[in-house]
T-cell receptor, first 113, second 112 residues
Framework: NAGVMQNPRHLVRRRGQEARLRCSPMKGHSHVYWYRQLPEEGLKFMVYLQKENIIDESGMPKERFSAEFPKEGPSILRIQQVVRGDSAAYFC???????????FGQGTRLTVV | SQQGEEDPQALSIQEGENATMNCSYKTSINNLQWYRQNSGRGLVHLILIRSNEREKHSGRLRVTLDTSKKSSSLLITASRAADTASYFCATDAADSSYKLIFGSGTRLLVRP
């Protein structure tokens, strides 16, 4: 049973470009979470999705950021018109239900130059 | 505001010694989890303790939870150089159990 798979592991974008981060949850998990981690800090919740539904996006910036978890395929975190402040590690986690253990992927490290 | 705050922020010990990290939080929780993160890597789940539990063991790890003080501790016994990492506690809120709120972590260095 493969763990949570994120790709790419590293992503470099110029200011103004778009970044697309992918997350495939563990097999059997229908709950996906995205977190952002700035250097030397803990993870900050961004968004919680179930298949085809955004349940809680209270941690997402109102502009330029969007997330989806389609019926088929991975969850996507999309950042439009990236700025230097978007540089961070973005982690995806999945769980079989709302409560209990969340399993994290290895993260995507986004660098905006 | 931060739900979980770890203390100390950094800890340096000799291999073989025990390491104790503490975590405090603010609101009622369903459970508290501890994670390890090696530099530049993802998070590894270490242990989950539920709000009705007071102590839990897993190998060289011992976690305690005091809900009256809203605090938890992680003890790593007989530390090894490979334990060098950042350790985070994460809590959920009783009214939004899916959302994990992380502290800023304790950076542990185990000197060989």
């Amino acid at each position: 049973n493969a763990g949570v798979m994120q790709n790419p592991r590293h992503l470099v974008r110029r200011r103004g470009q778009e970044a697309r981060l992918r997350c495939s949850p563990m097999k059997g998990h229908s709950h996906v979470y995205w977190y952002r981690q700035l250097p030397e800090e803990g993870l900050k919740f961004m968004v919680y999705l179930q298949k085809e539904n955004i349940i809680d996006e209270s941690g997402m910036p109102k502009e330029r950021f969007s997330a989806e978890f389609p019926k088929e395929g991975p969850s996507i975190l999309r950042i439009q018109q990236v700025v230097r402040g978007d540089s961070a590690a973005y982690f995806c986690a999945s769980s079989p239900g709302e409560r209990g253990e969340a399993f994290f992927g290895q993260g995507t490290r986004l660098t905006v130059v | 505001s931060q739900q979980g705050e770890e203390d100390p922020q950094a800890l340096s010990i000799q291999e073989g010694e025990n390491a104790t990290m503490n975590c405090s939080y603010k609101t009622s929780i369903n459970n508290l989890q501890w994670y390890r993160q090696n530099s530049g890597r993802g998070l590894v789940h270490l242990i989950l303790i539920r709000s009705n539990e007071r102590e839990k063991h897993s190998g060289r790890l011992r976690v305690t939870l005091d809900t009256s003080k809203k605090s938890s501790s992680l003890l790593i016994t007989a530390s090894r150089a490979a334990d060098t990492a950042s350790y985070f506690c994460a809590t959920d809120a009783a009214d939004s159990s899916y959302k994990l709120i992380f502290g800023s972590g304790t950076r542990l260095l185990v000197r060989p």
